[in-house]
């Protein structure tokens, strides 16, 4: 079973930094879109930036500005440049994204990661 490891999270002060990074667990046949998601505790989880293959790229109107989302599609690897970092950032960061595992796969396997916990203090 093929998941989406995250790694880049931890403890920032406010108006600091981080780049989050995600990969797939093993080697895989293709990946579409890609996307970050955040639940912070006592919420739900919401989307936080997406990108399409093509590099199209969509962003929550709370980040717009401050974080940047990209891709190296020879490494399929997805990262969350994140900038500017509020107290309200706080939350676990999912990745997500659509696997075909190998080339006999006709569908898309939306595929999650573990979380990683970004905590930014006040």
């Known amino acids: 079973q093929v998941q989406l490891v995250e790694s880049g999270g931890g403890l920032v002060q406010a108006g600091g930094s981080l780049r989050l990074s995600c990969r797939p667990s093993a080697s895989i046949f293709a990946i579409n879109g890609m996307a970050w998601y955040r639940q912070a505790p006592g919420k739900q989880r919401e989307l936080v930036a997406s990108?399409?293959?093509?590099?199209?790229?969509n962003y929550a109107d709370s980040v717009k500005g401050r974080f940047t989302i990209s891709r190296d599609n020879a490494k399929n690897t997805v990262y969350l440049q994140m900038d500017s970092l509020k107290p309200e950032d706080t939350a676990v960061y999912y990745c997500?994204?659509?696997?075909?595992?190998?080339?006999?796969?006709?569908?898309?396997?939306?595929?999650w990661g573990q979380g990683t916990q970004v905590t930014v203090s006040s």
């Open positions: 990108i399409r293959s093509s590099g199209g790229t």
């Open positions: 997500n994204a659509d696997i075909r595992r190998t080339w006999r796969e006709q569908q898309w396997s939306d595929t």
